[in-house]
C-alpha cells in the first residue's frame, strides 16, 4: 500500500500559513513572532494519517473546519483551544480531539511540539455498537478519564511508531486497517459521543449459541480481509452490541479479541511453513496485521508457549 510522506521546515510565517491551510484546512495565523521555526512531517495512507509538528513559537490560529477525527498528544508546550469562547489549556502528556469534523477551531499554540493523527470519522460508525447506522458524533474533546486518556495516547503513538513510523517500508492493508480500527474504538471508547446509549432488551436475547456460531464461521473465512465489529455483527444478522453480549456470555472474550487469535493462529501457520532463509517474523507479522514486534511475541508466547523466532527457526523445518 503506497505511502504519501511530506516535510516541511521554514522559519516564514507566511509560508507556514500557507502550508499549514494546504496541508490541513484554511486558517489564519496571527500573534507576534520571535522564533519563527517550524517542522512539520507527515505519513499517510489513504484516510488515515500521522503529523509530527514543533513551533519554536506562540502561534494564535483561527481554522476552518476539518474532514477527519483530528486527535492531538502533547509532548512539550501548551495548546490553548478557544473554540467557542471555551479556553482548555493541554500540555504535555495530554491526547485529545482538537474539534469535532466539520467544526471551525481557534486558538493558540504555545512553542509545542505535539504528534497530530486523523482518521476517516466513518470509522465511529462502523464501530457503533447500537447497530443503528446513524452517523457517530463526538461530542467533547478531552477524554472522560485520565486513564482513557493514556490509552488513547498509546494508540496514536502506535500508528506513528509501528503502522505510518517507516516510510521505506509501506504497511499492508490489512495492518493499516486494523491500526486504524484500532485507534476508532480507543477514540470511542475514550471520548463522549453520541452512541453511548442503554442496551435494549433484543441486545441480550440475541446474544445465542446460534448468534456465535455464525459469527466465528464468518471470522474464519474473512481473517485476512478488512473486518470491522460491524461487519461480522450483520454476518450474524444481529447488532454489534448484541454480537458482544454472544462473545462475553458464551466465550469469555469480544470479537475483535477473536478476531486477533485467528489472525494469530494464520500467522503460526504461515511460521511453520516458511523458510527461515527468506522469510522474516516481521513480515509475517505485518501480513496479519500485527504492527508492534514486541506485542506479536508476547500475544503469541501467550498462545503457543514458544517465541515466533523459534518456530520459524526450528530445526524441523523440511528441505527446500
Do not use: K, N
Not at 123 to 129: E, I
Request: net charge positive.
Amino acid at each position: 500500500m503506497p505511502m504519501e510522506t511530506l516535510r516541511f521546515d521554514s522559519r516564514s510565517v507566511d509560508d507556514t500559513e500557507e502550508f499549514l491551510s494546504t496541508a490541513y484546512t484554511p486558517m489564519r495565523i496571527g500573534g507576534p513572532v520571535e522564533d519563527a521555526r517550524v517542522r512539520i512531517s507527515r505519513h499517510a495512507v489513504e484516510r488515515l494519517s500521522v503529523d509530527r509538528l514543533s513551533f519554536g513559537y506562540d502561534m494564535a490560529f483561527d481554522a476552518h473546519g476539518l474532514p477527519g477525527v483530528c486527535l492531538i498528544s502533547m509532548h512539550s508546550g501548551t495548546l490553548v483551544d478557544r473554540t467557542g469562547g471555551r479556553e482548555q489549556v493541554y500540555g504535555p502528556g495530554d491526547t485529545f480531539l482538537l474539534a469535532p469534523p466539520g467544526t471551525p477551531y481557534r486558538g493558540e499554540v504555545r512553542s509545542a511540539r505535539y504528534t497530530i493523527a486523523m482518521f476517516d470519522p466513518a470509522l465511529l460508525s462502523g464501530l457503533d455498537p447500537s447497530g443503528t447506522g446513524a452517523p457517530v458524533r463526538l461530542t467533547g474533546t478531552r477524554p472522560l478519564t485520565p486513564a482513557a486518556g493514556r490509552a488513547l495516547g498509546s494508540a496514536v503513538a502506535h500508528l506513528r511508531d509501528h503502522v505510518l513510523g517507516d516510510a521505506s517500508r509501506p504497511p499492508t492493508g490489512l495492518l493499516v486497517s486494523t491500526a486504524a480500527q484500532h485507534l476508532a474504538a480507543m477514540t470511542l471508547a475514550a471520548l463522549p459521543h453520541s452512541a453511548r446509549t442503554d442496551p435494549v432488551r433484543a441486545d441480550r436475547t440475541d446474544a445465542t449459541p446460534a448468534t456465535l456460531r455464525r459469527a466465528l464461521a464468518w471470522i474464519d473465512a474473512h481473517a485476512d480481509r478488512d473486518v470491522t465489529l460491524a461487519d461480522i455483527a450483520r454476518a450474524a444478522c444481529v447488532t454489534p452490541r448484541a454480537l458482544q453480549y454472544a462473545f462475553r456470555r458464551h466465550l469469555g472474550t469480544t470479537p475483535l479479541a477473536h478476531l486477533r487469535h485467528v489472525r494469530l493462529q494464520a500467522a503460526h501457520r504461515d511460521l511453520l511453513a516458511a523458510d527461515p532463509a527468506t522469510a522474516t517474523v516481521t513480515d509475517i507479522a505485518m501480513r496479519w496485521g500485527f504492527a508492534h514486534p514486541g506485542h506479536f511475541a508476547a500475544h503469541y508466547r501467550t498462545a503457543f508457549r514458544t517465541t515466533p523466532h523459534t518456530t520459524l527457526r526450528r530445526t524441523d523445518h523440511p528441505a527446500g
